[in-house]
């Protein structure tokens, strides 16, 4: 056996701890640049979108806005309120269609006496001298019916009555 194994460790205790000292030094410098990082961004975002970023904006168009003139803020408003109607009116029943197409039927011996237009449908007299031509008008009516495209859902005699001289029917359309 050697007589010069040495049991005890050679390593200087201080050296440890100034390695330890080291990497808790750099771990530090690390976490300080990070917050200083992270503080600088917090701030451009807090500066962005404070209030008194969003009031200078606000300022800074009004300020433009005040340079229109008066005349063009009122021709702004009658364009806004123009659009406005013109939509309401699109969205209006289009009753002149469906009237154009009640009276295009064989209305030549036909004689349209009242018409009246309501939230339930179009009602109106058809008076004629033969029952031939109310007969022929009111097939017209059942084959719009018939038709989606006419937008006439149904036809139905609501009066049928004849005098000396004519026959007279009451109609509503829906």
Known sequence: MSVNI????????????????????????????????L???????????SASYVRKQEADLLNELS???EISAKLFIVNNKLSEISQILSQRKKY????LKLT????????IEDFKVSGEGAIYTVSSTSL???DEYL???????????????????KKF?????????????I
């Open 6 to 37: 040495n049991l005890i460790d050679r390593t200087n205790p201080n050296a440890a701890r100034d390695e330890k000292a080291k990497k808790l030094r750099a771990v530090s410098f690390g976490v300080l640049i990070i917050t200083v990082f």
């Open 39 to 49: 503080a600088f961004i917090i701030f451009a975002i807090d500066f962005r979108f």
């Open 67 to 69: 340079s229109y003139s």
């Open 96 to 99: 002149d269609e469906k009237i």
């Open 104 to 111: 295009s039927g064989n209305m030549d011996s036909l004689t």
């Open 132 to 134: 031939t031509s109310i």
């Open 139 to 157: 097939n017209y009516l059942i084959d719009l019916t018939k038709n989606k495209e006419n937008k006439i859902s149904g036809v139905s005699i």
């Open 161 to 173: 009555t004849s005098d000396e001289m004519k026959y007279i029917v009451e109609v509503v359309v």
